[in-house]
């Protein structure tokens, strides 16, 4: 009986090479990452976007690279007092949201391409190479 596998993406494997050098740059030391509903939640305050509509994925990796980073206290602290100003850390968890770019201890990885929020924002815009738009290429012009 033949198993039928599937193909693995370029994004999981980028994901998958970027978790393992970072786990195992890190050994057993790495402290836990805040509990992700809350994140997802503080996440749609931030982004206007609602919770539901956010990649579990990407916030799961965008609290273990604000962990890493050593931000995790600060971000205890904002998810226990909603509401309060924004700052660099807020500003931080919008850029990644948006841009799909992850902040890093080494520098910024893309933790997503396709899911960033700015070809939602944007609306009339797609990422390259994906097809599907009302007016995308791969289909004739709307008469209007």
Known sequence: MRQSIEPLSRRSFALFCGSASVAAALGASMPRAPELYPLQKLSAELTGFPASALDAQFARN?????????RRDELERRLEAPGSELGDLETEIIAAWYSGVLPTPSGSMVGTFR????????????????????????????DE
């Open 62 to 70: 965008l609290a273990e690279a604000l962990t890493v980073g050593g």
């Open 115 to 142: 899911e960033a929020l700015i070809w939602a924002a944007l609306g009339f815009a797609m990422p390259p190479g994906i097809c599907g738009a009302p007016q995308d290429w791969s289909k004739p012009p709307l």
